[in-house]
């Protein structure tokens, strides 16, 4: 009898390293004392990030990686670290020594759910249950299994097998983890707040991968975007034609004049019921499949400290938007994200339709707007995408970081960012307003 109990393998295969495509549950020796001491951990890490990144989580969570920015959290990844080599040499015939990729912590209330998602192209994904009641919601596989969680229970199980958490009708605190077989995974991929990640071609090298971004990195710089589109590697499932597709709308956003004041914008967020607390999104990607962007979101969120995100302070419990509410936020320097906006004046509803001509895809428009100042961090920490994103500079001056450089931009100013590109704005001085639309 193996120390696993295997629960299920009644899901689709896909292309991973370990040829094993089961969920596998056990409950952690002592646990009992483990998650007193986990629960201690998780509250008191809540009271010091009490907000929250959006994301196909519907709850608090964590930082995606936690464990990093709190070593407590290490009290269970070292364990579970264990427990997936002990797995790698009952059930895959080799032994493997995994790392931690992510962790967070997830305090579901009664009503919160997890939309269906992935951890692809990790190895293994963990779930721990630190703190359940009676009724809360199990876990619901690809296929059909559904896993009723017990205070205790580990699952281990594919990253790339879909899953989801339905509705809880009662509290529910867990650990999520995902695993990497050492030294096979060059950290390419990095988790995006909106979007399951994805594999993209990249060289093998370490040393040809930093070329190759570096290529990229100086194409754009010279703003000689042929160059940098020339340079992308597709996969099988990318069109053939979308290195073209970007240049078009690229030079669609530098011949578009989008002339918004910030009493405009204020305007536009006065508008009776127009900014719902949750409005419905469904936009398909090509690459990764349907529904990439899919689910409720809420369209106007502040961005405050470390990527997390405000949104209740300046919502009712109807779900309506109050402007004077979020205004102290706007006036006291915090970056405000409105999402959805490209249906606000005529010049943005064509720029919409030509995009939707060339590209054949639902598009979805940000604004970032801010007060300007040094009180507060600007906009997001530095992150990456796996897809091309497009900046319109509409008023203000910004200093961005791309890579290592750093770029002053004005009004008027387009910028292309490429795949995996890191990039964040690091000071704005005054006030300011872009549009960023993602093309996927």
């Not at 990195?217 to 073209?244: C, M, P, R, V």
């Not at 990527?307 to 320097?333: A, L, P, R």
């Not at 910004?398 to 292309?416: A, R």
Request: one cysteine or more; aromatic letters at 12%; glycine letters at 4%.
């Amino acid at each position: 009898m193996g120390l696993f109990n295997l629960i299920s393998s009644n899901v689709s295969q896909t292309d991973l390293t370990c040829d094993d495509y089961t969920v596998y549950s056990i409950i952690i020796d002592n646990y009992i004392e483990l998650n007193e001491e986990l629960k201690k951990i998780i509250n008191n890490h809540r009271e010091l990030y009490p907000l929250t990144n959006q994301s196909n989580v519907r709850a608090w969570h964590s930082n995606w990686k936690s464990h990093e920015d709190n070593i407590q959290f290490n009290l269970v990844v070292d364990k579970v670290l264990g427990l997936c080599k002990l797995l790698s040499q009952e059930h895959f015939q080799r032994e493997i020594d995994f790392e931690c990729q992510d962790m967070w912590a997830i305090q579901y209330e009664k009503g919160e759910y997890t939309t269906k998602h992935s951890h692809h192209p990790a190895d293994l994904s963990c779930v721990y249950y630190v703190d359940v009641e009676p009724d809360c919601s199990p876990i619901i596989f690809e296929g059909g299994l559904e896993v009723t969680p017990t205070n205790g229970m580990l699952l281990i199980f594919s990253a790339a097998i879909n899953h989801e958490v339905p509705p809880t009708k009662s509290r529910r605190t867990v650990i999520s983890m995902n695993m990497n077989e050492k030294g096979k995974h060059k950290n390419l991929i990095t988790r995006d707040e909106n979007i399951s990640a994805v594999p993209i071609s990249m060289p093998n090298s370490e040393e040809d991968q930093k070329i190759f971004l570096q290529q990229q990195l100086e194409s754009f710089l010279t703003n000689d975007i042929s160059d940098i589109l020339d340079n992308y590697k597709s996969d099988k499932t990318t069109n053939n034609n979308a290195d073209d597709q970007v240049l078009e709308i690229y030079k669609i956003f530098e011949s578009t004049n989008i002339n918004l004041t910030e009493e405009d914008i204020f305007n536009f967020l006065q508008i009776e019921n127009r900014w719902p607390y949750k409005y419905f999104r469904d936009v398909e990607n090509p690459q990764s499949g349907p529904s990439s962007i899919y689910g409720f979101d809420t369209p106007i969120q502040v961005i405050t400290k470390e990527n997390h995100v405000e949104k209740d302070s300046f919502y009712s419990k109807t779900g309506t938007f109050i402007f004077d509410e979020w205004k102290k936020y706007y006036d006291f320097g915090f970056t405000t994200m409105i999402s959805d906006v490209l249906d606000l004046t005529p010049e943005l509803r064509k720029l919409r339709s030509e995009i939707l001509k060339i590209s054949g895809m639902k598009v979805y428009g940000n604004f970032y707007l801010t007060n300007g100042g040094k009180k507060v961090q600007s906009s997001w920490l530095p992150h990456n995408h796996h897809y091309n994103v497009i900046v319109k500079i509409i008023y203000g001056d910004t200093t961005w970081k791309i890579s290592d450089n750093n770029f002053n931009y004005s009004e008027g100013d387009v910028i292309l960012i490429p795949p995996e590109t890191y990039h964040s704005v690091i000071e704005c001085p005054n006030k300011r307003l872009s549009l960023t639309v993602n093309l996927f």
